[in-house]
């Protein structure tokens, strides 16, 4: 069998993969399945925690070090180990706190696997599809930190998020990289922490030149990777930014376009 031109494939998880953050379908299961049997090493980088991950990685034979949190973590796939980790400055994150408070704005932190919140508004199956199982609910964001922050995240409702990603832009300009992963969700991530950088790190890890680097996704926090791996496809669902930063773009999700991706560019021996 001839060496596949791209031999790492890192994939976006939510509205590339899975479809309503809940199933992957048959035909980008094969695709990837069979990416894997060419000898192509595939994973995941995804702005979800590790054990939010870790299920749909096991699902899909996915046993590559997994990029998580938009690439602020790097795990070993089946231990939850840490490669690679940046946190948040401690002064930053009260920032991002008395922020909440004085607009309203609905913060959630991530502290590793500890995802905090102090409330509900909307419904919880929601919060679980969304942030995984290992969510809390608690009274005081600050006493019930125990470990650094590596992500903050406003969400809120599509039609404001735009207005509070503009805030947090002029707000804390250099020191927080912002950055949409979905369009009810801004984020702040440590400075220079993103999906490229991260498959930067992996694929010099893995001894792959960025010419034979293949990602796929579909939204703003996709941007960097995309831009970065020799070959960056965006999904046809996929945001303004992100289509126009890649190579090439996919079909829809519902028309099972990573897979067809995977088919061209991978599994075609033209």
């Given at each position: 069998?001839?060496?596949?031109?791209y031999?790492?494939l890192?994939?976006?998880?939510?509205?590339t993969?899975?479809?309503?953050h809940?199933?992957?379908?048959?035909?980008v299961?094969?695709?990837?399945?069979?990416?894997?049997?060419?000898?192509?090493?595939?994973?995941?980088?995804?702005?979800?925690?590790?054990?939010?991950?870790?299920?749909?990685?096991?699902?899909?034979?996915?046993?590559?070090?997994?990029?998580?949190?938009?690439?602020?973590?790097?795990?070993?796939?089946?231990?939850?180990?840490?490669?690679?980790?940046?946190?948040?400055?401690?002064?930053?994150?009260?920032?991002?706190?008395?922020?909440?408070?004085?607009?309203?704005?609905?913060?959630?932190?991530?502290?590793?696997?500890?995802?905090?919140?102090?409330?509900?508004?909307?419904?919880e199956?929601?919060?679980?599809?969304m942030?995984?199982?290992?969510?809390?609910?608690?009274?005081?964001?600050?006493?019930?930190?125990?470990?650094?922050?590596?992500?903050?995240t406003?969400?809120?409702?599509?039609?404001?998020?735009?207005?509070?990603?503009?805030?947090?832009?002029?707000?804390?300009?250099?020191?927080?990289?912002?950055?949409?992963?979905?369009?009810m969700?801004?984020e702040?991530l440590?400075?220079?922490?993103?999906?490229?950088s991260?498959?930067?790190?992996?694929?010099?890890?893995?001894?792959?030149?960025?010419?034979?680097?293949?990602?796929?996704?579909?939204?703003?926090?996709?941007?960097?990777?995309?831009?970065?791996?020799?070959?960056?496809?965006?999904?046809?669902?996929?945001?303004?930014?992100?289509?126009?930063?890649?190579?090439w773009?996919?079909?829809?999700?519902?028309?099972?376009?990573?897979?067809?991706?995977?088919?061209?560019?991978?599994?075609?021996?033209v």
């Amino acid at each position: 069998m001839d060496r596949p031109r791209y031999r790492l494939l890192t994939c976006d998880l939510d509205g590339t993969l899975l479809q309503d953050h809940r199933f992957v379908s048959d035909r980008v299961r094969w695709a990837i399945a069979a990416a894997r049997e060419r000898g192509v090493c595939v994973t995941l980088a995804t702005g979800r925690s590790y054990q939010s991950t870790r299920p749909h990685a096991q699902s899909l034979g996915i046993d590559q070090p997994l990029i998580c949190y938009q690439g602020a973590l790097i795990c070993d796939a089946n231990t939850g180990q840490a490669l690679r980790r940046a946190t948040l400055d401690p002064s930053l994150v009260d920032e991002a706190i008395e922020l909440s408070r004085a607009e309203g704005w609905h913060l959630i932190l991530y502290a590793d696997e500890d995802i905090l919140l102090t409330e509900y508004r909307y419904a919880e199956d929601m919060y679980r599809q969304m942030l995984g199982p290992t969510f809390r609910r608690v009274n005081d964001l600050r006493s019930a930190l125990r470990d650094g922050v590596v992500k903050v995240t406003f969400m809120d409702d599509e039609e404001l998020t735009p207005t509070i990603e503009a805030r947090m832009r002029h707000l804390f300009a250099d020191r927080i990289q912002v950055l949409r992963s979905h369009p009810m969700f801004v984020e702040g991530l440590p400075p220079g922490s993103s999906k490229g950088s991260a498959l930067v790190w992996l694929a010099q890890q893995l001894g792959v030149p960025q010419s034979e680097v293949m990602a796929i996704g579909d939204q703003d926090n996709d941007v960097a990777m995309l831009h970065w791996a020799g070959l960056g496809v965006a999904m046809g669902n996929g945001s303004q930014r992100c289509r126009q930063v890649a190579d090439w773009i996919a079909p829809a999700i519902e028309e099972d376009g990573a897979a067809v991706a995977i088919e061209r560019f991978v599994l075609s021996e033209v």
